[in-house]
């Protein structure tokens, strides 16, 4: 088969994380979708995998297992994510305990940090939108506050909240590079930098990040995803070139009203790249 034309889609969220979708649900949607092939890539979290996974066999279509690892680094927020990794790993499942085990302080230092502007009850209405109490992240904030009416939409929370130099914003120690890449391939996974355009790097910070990640180990970048433009898309398509990297296509769904592309629907790689996918199906 043509692994180039596959449908493939290789980074979305569940109700595990900050998806809006259970593992089933968000599979079924990449199915009717005409995916061929998808990764769940919950933030720091396995528990949606042997789900979607079992969900993914009996509709045929095609299921990698993922996670997607936060990690700090130059100051700001990188997530990696980790592709055909082994969920039984020690390694890997030790590494995402640590990364998760912060998240419930800082989420209640945000709620103090909301509540100085006179956003009360938010910890509460945050964990109202986290089916997974382990995992309360900032989405589940930005949706307590569309839903209380004082945004329109999580997109405009973000403008106003929960970023640097922003109310509710909490500095946070997520992994290190070296450890996340590590964990993934422990678990006998393929390391991939998502998003790097949404990255507030200096250049040579982000020559840096890739730098790192090549010698950690790390294999692979996202230039297709939800969250590029196609000049973003264009820009890591050259660093890809340049540091050898395999490429992933990604849409980063997380649900309906969140994301620009739908789980299953992302856009092609350019053509001479070589797909990070031929590294997860048997050719
Ligand atoms: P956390 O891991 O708790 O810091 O939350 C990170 C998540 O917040 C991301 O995975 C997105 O789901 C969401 N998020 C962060 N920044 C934005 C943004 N500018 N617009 C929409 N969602 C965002
Ligand atoms: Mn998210
Ligand atoms: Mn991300
Ligand atoms: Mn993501």
């Not at 956003?119 to 839903?147: Q, S, T, Y």
């Not at 993934?184 to 890739?210: D, E, K, T, W």
Request: aromatic share 6%.
């Amino acid at each position: 088969m043509d692994i180039q034309g596959l449908n493939v889609d290789l980074h979305c969220h569940s109700t595990v994380s900050d998806g809006w979708l259970s593992p089933e649900e968000v599979v079924g949607r990449a199915h009717r979708n005409g995916a061929d092939l998808l990764a769940l890539t919950d933030h720091d979290e396995l528990g949606g995998l042997a789900a979607a996974g079992a969900t993914a066999a009996a509709l045929g279509l095609g299921f990698v297992p993922g996670v997607e690892i936060s990690v700090s680094f130059a100051g700001e927020t990188i997530h990696i994510v980790g592709l055909g990794i082994d969920p039984a790993n020690a390694a890997l499942r030790g590494g995402l305990q640590q990364v998760r085990s912060g998240r419930d302080a800082r989420a209640r230092v945000m709620a103090e940090e909301l509540a100085r502007v006179g956003i009360r009850g938010a910890l509460e209405g945050a964990r109202r939108f986290a089916r997974n109490p382990n995992l309360v992240g900032r989405a589940h904030f930005a949706r307590h506050m569309v839903a209380i009416g004082l945004m329109p939409d999580v997109k405009t929370v973000f403008d106003h909240y929960l970023v640097r130099g922003k109310p509710g914003f909490v500095e946070h120690e997520w992994a290190v590079l070296e450890d996340a890449v590590g964990w993934i391939r422990a678990a006998g996974g393929v390391a991939v930098v998502a998003h790097p355009a949404r990255y507030r790097l200096s250049s040579a910070n982000m020559q840096r990040l890739f730098e790192r990640f090549v010698a950690a180990g790390g294999e692979a970048v996202e230039v297709v995803s939800g969250a590029h433009n196609d000049d973003e898309t264009r820009r890591f398509a050259h660093t890809a070139r340049v540091h050898g990297l395999l490429a992933s296509r990604a849409s980063d769904f997380h649900g309906d009203t969140e994301s620009p592309v739908d789980v299953g629907r992302c856009p092609p790689l350019p053509p001479d790249l070589v797909p990070v996918w031929s590294r997860l199906i048997p050719s």
